[in-house]
């Protein structure tokens, strides 16, 4: 299911529950620690894209580096200019799923995927 893979990445990345809640599109308490308990639901369009971004993202750092960094890389400050010297996560955060898609190609250029 969608949702047990978005917690595992989130898990792997060590992002905290108020940040995996915004990944996810702003989602309140009650709802995501609901999908927590149950992660066989079915979601949304938006959610479902969201993660299918996030699953990409994860894949493509798997590809390109060890797992220690692949795990660390979403919070560790980036010089890239697409990022202006901040994490790959404030960035998705901040920028939502156009910001995700920007993440994704760009990983996915580095990989050679485009």
């Known amino acids: 299911s969608a949702l047990k893979a978005f917690f595992n990445i989130v898990a792997r990345w060590q992002v905290r529950?108020?940040?995996?809640?915004?990944?996810?599109?702003?989602?309140?308490?009650?709802?995501?620690?609901?999908?927590?308990?149950?992660?066989d639901r079915v979601l949304d369009a938006d959610t479902l894209l969201r993660v299918s971004y996030l699953i990409g993202i994860f894949k493509a750092l798997h590809i390109l580096?060890?797992?220690?960094?692949?795990?660390?890389?979403?919070?560790?400050?980036?010089?890239?200019?697409?990022?202006?010297?901040?994490?790959?996560?404030?960035?998705?955060?901040?920028?939502?799923?156009?910001?995700?898609?920007?993440?994704r190609r760009l990983l996915d250029a580095r990989r050679g995927g485009v």
Do not use: C
């Open 65 to 103: 580096h060890g797992d220690a960094l692949a795990d660390e890389w979403v919070r560790l400050p980036n010089a890239n200019r697409i990022f202006g010297g901040q994490t790959p996560l404030d960035y998705m955060l901040a920028g939502g799923v156009p910001a995700m898609q920007t993440v």
């Open 17 to 39: 529950d108020e940040d995996a809640r915004g990944l996810l599109g702003g989602v309140s308490n009650g709802p995501y620690y609901k999908m927590k308990k149950d992660s």
